[in-house]
């Protein structure tokens, strides 16, 4: 079984205008001059892996789409790529997932030092999936995180298994996928998923009570992955919430292959690239309202402009 030796979060892309930080009002005041939304603000997006390692995760051939496909529809996008060690984080079950849902988001308060208004989206595949929704948990206890968890707008959830599909425990779902990806897992490590206790009735209903807070894609596999067959079904890949809250897409692949495009080209990940757009955008407009309410409760005497705005607007 391989293993990622350390953790780390790295940024795979990195906008001309992510070292320029706008503050709720400047954002708000671009939005009244008439300028574009994503020419102001730059939205991170969290990339968070599976059981495969980080980057081969997202990669087909040489392509890694995060990184050679998606920052010609989002210019204004600083993607970020999470790696973790998968056998620490699910052999030692809900220590594990835990620990390393912190790292994430004490990696993520690092990045963002200064931007902390930034709109934030995660795109998880897999298990991957259970540490965000975690982290998001965690975000929501201890308020060390509370940047994070107030500017993530929403997440894209890859053939993450939330609930037991039909006729299949949750835990038998998890080691089934341990079986397709790694091959030839310890039944140490499949004890541990089928025991369920990775995906215990708490994290379901701590989870539960944020989803109202956030927007969701739901992208699930339709394939069958070889001899294994169809590992997370829509049932499982599902939330259950309405259209305006998620949107639930099938995608012509398997469980693999749900994450990976050889080209701009490929009808999966148009698909993806779509709804992904679109939701980063939605993000933005969300944070420029967010800001323009901040903006009523500003005192009378505070400055009409900011030297960083003005400094911005004349470059």
Known sequence: MSIVSKNFLRVLVNPDNATLMLSKFEVWLSFTWGLAADAMLVTSIVAVHGLNPAEA?????????????????????????????????????????REQATNLLNRIESKREGAEDRPIIFVTHSL???????????????????????????????????QRGNFVKLGDIAASIVRGVLRNPSNSFLEVLTKDSLFSNNLADDFRHSLEEYHILSFFETLPMG???????????TLGLPGLRERQIPMDADHASVCKYASADDNNYEQVSFNLVRLVKNA????????????????????????????????
């Open 128 to 162: 991957g999936g259970i540490i965000v929704k975690r982290a998001l948990v965690e975000a929501k206890l201890d308020d060390t995180y509370k940047s994070i968890r107030d500017a993530t707008y929403g997440i894209a959830f890859f053939s993450t298994p939330h």
């Open 284 to 315: 933005v407009k969300d944070a420029a309202e967010r800001a323009r309410l901040a903006h009523l409760s500003v005192p009378v005497s505070a400055p009409l402009l900011e030297p960083a705005y003005l400094e911005a607007t004349t470059r």
């Open 227 to 237: 001899k294994f067959g169809l590992i997370v079904d829509k049932k499982s890949a």
């Open 57 to 97: 995760t997202w990669t087909s051939g040489d392509k890694l789409w995060l990184r050679d496909f998606l920052p010609q529809s989002l210019l204004n996008a600083r993607v970020l790529l999470f790696g973790y060690n998968f056998n620490v984080a699910f052999d030692t079950s809900i220590a594990g997932v």
